[in-house]
């Protein structure tokens, strides 16, 4: 089982922003969303070898094979020109990491982790990949104690679910709009499963965060936070709400049209939750 | 003379100083008219041009760098120098510690350690509730800060895990003090998870307490036990350190013509220069400037048997980077991995010569290694063996490329890992990051979250705000184009010179 792998955009060793405590994050290549509002929308799509991006790289690091493309790690510095060359929101620099090459750092790293978080892209695609993982993790008497998160935007059925749960500990779910046909506008897809799943998650106990992109003039009005405040009501009330403020980092330029979400906008929706009786409610530490 | 008046006169009429600022100023001039102790030329060389540096502590060593008090000793028994009972109650035993406080000198003048307190306070707390405790210490607290303002004096806590600590750690995050420091001292065995839970906590408020592994702490000191003074300095209990001296390995790098030199001869030689710098000081110390007469050694709330001499060195990664150069390799302090052994290295070749080269009047008859962090004059030297700021890789990266030296640093070693804000949602990351430094080997955890007011400089708390306040008063000075009667008016209470200062840091005026 250790054999199997993942494309992964990024992995990090270090990070405080994705669950509890500091966690080894591992990105996993393509999301079945399409937000406009992606602060990283190069993880969206998925490389079809069409080799736009080589002439972008000015250090040589990309070339094709076999009609593939052929990453040079040691070569590449960083300077991301692939990804803007890229017709498909796709990354050329992504690798292919076994289970047992992401157990490798994790136990290289251990005295410093609280868990392993996967996120993406949507990490639910490669739903055997985490599985895997998050079984391995749990095997792993080097690895004993660590929790394991997945970052998701909620767009998987119950069946998918079952095979998740028994080995995850938590999951951060995002809630792009209550509205359907705004989902649709905003994401490419309605919003039926991701409100299915959170209910599900809520219900199995591991739903450990709900999340919720306040968009200026579209996810922050009256009839957004009424239906997040009832949302969160129907789900007991308790479950941890996260706001999170649209900003331009990143994003493509249909969304840099949009105005970035303020601080005392984000202040106004969080006082709103709290009135309505909701305790747990976070707000953004850093404003980019 | 005409020099020392004018410098004299300028202290008196800066305004930006209160009347004990410039007390202390006046009397370290005053220390600095007489006669150095005698050095041998070589030294006195070495000392002149900074390659050695005696921390700029005085011609006339009157008083130990830093005292650390057995405060058990007045709560047992009170003090028949002071005339003061045997407290009962804990007012009585917090009113004897404010008062002992006043007779413990330091390089500063002020006290560097207010002990251990939870230990100290624990046993008159039976019968006190919980929010009586919480009012007294709030109060006891906001006395030190307001009395004693300075942000080298600390107070220790831990390792068990009890109310006094949890009180204490409540009220420091609540009212947000330069002063004092605090550490807690944690142990896994018995400190337990909830309370290094609501240091992370605090940390993520106010940027303290600093964290330090009792367990290779405690194995490195006696029965009678250690504290952790001023900045992140760990010395035995009812004792302290004579002087603090330190090596500015920048310097010597520079004196070497190759890695192999600086190994061979160079580091060698600029040690023993520093052995020599530290015996002079602490032969006046102990033979001519009678403190060891003092009430304190008396009635037993020190021990002149248990003052070490604390060896410090600096200025590592400029050390490297410059020997790096003089062997064509690229590779940097901090980022690089030969680089990083080369680092280890150096600290390994001090150890083993602290370790070898006896030294008369010190506890153990050796000293100790420190890894010293800086002086507010200094430039382009890295405190200790920090990776110079503004260039620090992750915290995690950066703890693995510094563990390997904390082994060395008996008397003390400090990083200061940076971590975002975005912490304050997450606190526990902190609790993770220092247990994974501590199973890294590292004697002191230390954090600063980016964007807080209150921020540990080199290692001693200020407030930026304070800072922004005192460099504007600063800009204005210097202008001197337009210091009317309007300028002089703003030079009120509001632009001094911050309250609380680290005094430390500047060991002279100008300075």
């Given at each position: 089982m250790n054999s199997i792998r993942a494309t992964v955009s990024k992995v990090l060793t270090y990070s405080i922003v994705d669950g509890p405590g500091n966690r080894l994050v591992v990105f996993l290549q393509g999301c079945n969303f399409d937000c406009s509002a992606c602060h990283n929308p190069h993880t969206i799509g998925e490389c079809n070898h069409c080799?736009?991006?080589?002439?972008?790289?000015?250090?040589?690091?990309?070339?094709?094979?076999?009609?593939?493309?052929?990453?040079?790690?040691?070569?590449?510095?960083?300077?991301?020109?692939?990804?803007?060359?890229?017709?498909?929101?796709?990354?050329?620099?992504?690798?292919?990491?076994?289970?047992?090459?992401?157990?490798?750092?994790?136990?290289?790293?251990?005295?410093?982790?609280?868990?392993?978080?996967?996120?993406?892209?949507?990490?639910?695609?490669?739903?055997?990949?985490?599985?895997?993982?998050?079984?391995?993790?749990?095997?792993?008497?080097?690895?004993?104690?660590?929790?394991?998160?997945?970052?998701?935007?909620?767009?998987?059925?119950?069946?998918?679910?079952?095979?998740?749960?028994?080995?995850?500990?938590?999951?951060?779910?995002?809630?792009?709009?209550?509205?359907?046909?705004?989902?649709?506008?905003?994401?490419?897809?309605?919003?039926?499963?991701?409100?299915?799943?959170?209910?599900?998650?809520?219900?199995?106990?591991?739903?450990?965060?709900?999340?919720?992109?306040?968009?200026?003039?579209?996810?922050?009005?009256?009839?957004?936070?009424?239906r997040l405040i009832d949302f969160v009501r129907t789900l007991g009330g308790e479950v941890r709400v996260r706001l999170n403020a649209f900003q331009h980092h990143g994003v493509r330029p249909k969304a840099l049209e949009w105005e970035p979400m303020s601080k005392a906008g984000v202040g106004r929706a969080a006082a709103r939750l709290r009135d309505a009786g909701i305790r747990n409610v976070v707000e953004p530490a850093v404003y980019v | 003379m005409q020099d020392n008046l004018r410098k004299l006169r300028s202290i008196v009429n800066d305004a930006t100083l209160n009347p004990a600022q410039k007390a202390r100023y006046l009397s370290l001039e005053a220390e600095n008219l007489l006669p150095y102790p005698s050095l041998d030329a070589e030294t006195r060389q070495a000392l002149d041009e900074r390659v050695i540096c005696d921390m700029y502590e005085g011609h006339a060593p009157h008083k130990p760098r830093y005292v650390l008090p057995d405060y058990g000793v007045v709560l047992q028994q009170g003090s028949e120098y002071l005339e003061l009972p045997v407290p009962a109650t804990l007012d009585e035993a917090i009113n004897t510690l404010m008062i002992a406080y006043h007779h413990v000198p330091s390089v500063t003048g002020?006290?560097?350690?207010?002990?251990?307190?939870?230990?100290?306070?624990?046993?008159?707390?039976?019968?006190?509730?919980?929010?009586?405790?919480?009012?007294?210490?709030?109060?006891?607290?906001?006395?030190?800060?307001?009395?004693?303002?300075?942000?080298?004096?600390?107070?220790?806590?831990?390792?068990?895990?009890?109310?006094?600590?949890?009180?204490?750690?409540?009220?420091?995050?609540?009212?947000?003090?330069?002063?004092?420091?605090?550490?807690?001292?944690?142990?896994?065995?018995?400190?337990?998870?909830?309370?290094?839970?609501?240091?992370?906590?605090?940390?993520?408020?106010?940027?303290?307490?600093?964290?330090?592994?009792?367990v290779v702490h405690a194995d490195a000191f006696d029965e009678r036990g250690y504290g952790i003074v001023s900045c992140y300095n760990v010395l035995p209990l009812a004792g302290g350190a004579s002087t603090l001296t330190r090596v500015n390995l920048k310097e010597v790098a520079r004196r070497a013509g190759s890695e192999a030199e600086f190994f061979a001869t160079t580091l060698p030689h600029f040690l023993e220069l520093n052995f020599r710098l530290t015996q002079a000081r602490i032969d006046y110390l102990f033979d001519e400037s009678g403190f060891f007469d003092s009430f304190l050694v008396q009635e037993g709330w020190i021990d002149k048997n248990r003052f070490t001499a604390m060896f410090g060195v600096f200025a590592m990664a400029e050390a490297v980077n410059v020997l790096q150069d003089k062997e064509g390799r690229e590779g940097r302090y901090g980022f690089d991995e030969t680089a990083n052994a080369l680092g280890h290295r150096i600290s390994a070749a001090i150890a083993d010569a602290v370790r070898e080269r006896p030294l008369d009047k010190v506890w153990r008859g050796r000293a100790l290694l420190h890894s010293q962090a800086g002086l507010s004059d200094d430039s382009e030297a890295t405190p200790g063996v920090r990776i110079p700021y503004g260039t620090e890789p992750d915290p995690v990266t950066h703890v693995q490329a510094l563990a390997p030296h904390h082994q060395y640093y008996e008397a003390g070693i400090s990083e200061i890992l940076t971590v975002d804000e975005s912490v304050t949602n997450n606190p526990e990351a902190l609790v993770q990051l220092c247990k994974g430094a501590f199973a890294s080997g590292f004697r002191e955890f230390t954090v600063n979250v980016a964007s807080n007011d209150l921020v540990r400089v080199t290692g001693y708390m200020v407030r930026l705000s304070d800072i922004r306040k005192f460099r504007e008063k600063q800009g204005s000075r210097t202008n001197t184009t337009v210091l009317g009667a309007e300028a002089a008016e703003q030079t009120g209470i509001l632009d001094r010179k911050p309250r609380v200062v680290g005094n430390e840091l500047y060991p002279g005026y100008g300075q």
């Open positions: 080799g736009d991006c080589i002439p972008a790289c000015h250090a040589d690091a990309l070339s094709l094979v076999d009609g593939r493309i052929a990453f040079d790690a040691a070569a590449c510095d960083q300077c991301d020109d692939c990804l803007d060359a890229c017709p498909i929101d796709a990354n050329p620099m992504v690798r292919d990491y076994t289970v047992e090459e992401i157990l490798a750092l994790a136990r290289e790293h251990r005295p410093f982790l609280s868990g392993v978080t996967v996120s993406g892209g949507e990490p639910t695609r490669q739903l055997k990949f985490v599985v895997a993982l998050f079984e391995a993790i749990k095997a792993d008497e080097a690895l004993h104690g660590l929790d394991c998160f997945i970052d998701s935007n909620g767009n998987l059925g119950a069946s998918g679910w079952e095979h998740l749960l028994p080995v995850t500990d938590g999951v951060m779910l995002d809630i792009k709009s209550f509205d359907n046909a705004l989902h649709r506008e905003l994401t490419g897809k309605g919003n039926v499963k991701s409100l299915q799943s959170a209910r599900l998650l809520n219900e199995a106990g591991k739903l450990y965060e709900l999340r919720f992109l306040l968009v200026p003039g579209q996810t922050d009005g009256d009839a957004e936070m009424d | 002020m006290p560097v350690y207010i002990g251990q307190l939870d230990e100290l306070l624990l046993p008159f707390c039976a019968g006190v509730s919980d929010d009586e405790l919480y009012d007294k210490i709030r109060l006891f607290w906001r006395y030190l800060d307001r009395t004693l303002p300075d942000a080298f004096m600390h107070a220790n806590i831990g390792p068990s895990d009890n109310r006094v600590a949890r009180t204490i750690l409540r009220v420091d995050a609540e009212l947000r003090q330069i002063a004092p420091n605090l550490t807690l001292l944690y142990d896994p065995q018995t400190s337990g998870d909830e309370i290094l839970a609501m240091a992370g906590r605090n940390i993520a408020e106010c940027c303290k307490p600093h964290i330090a592994n009792h």
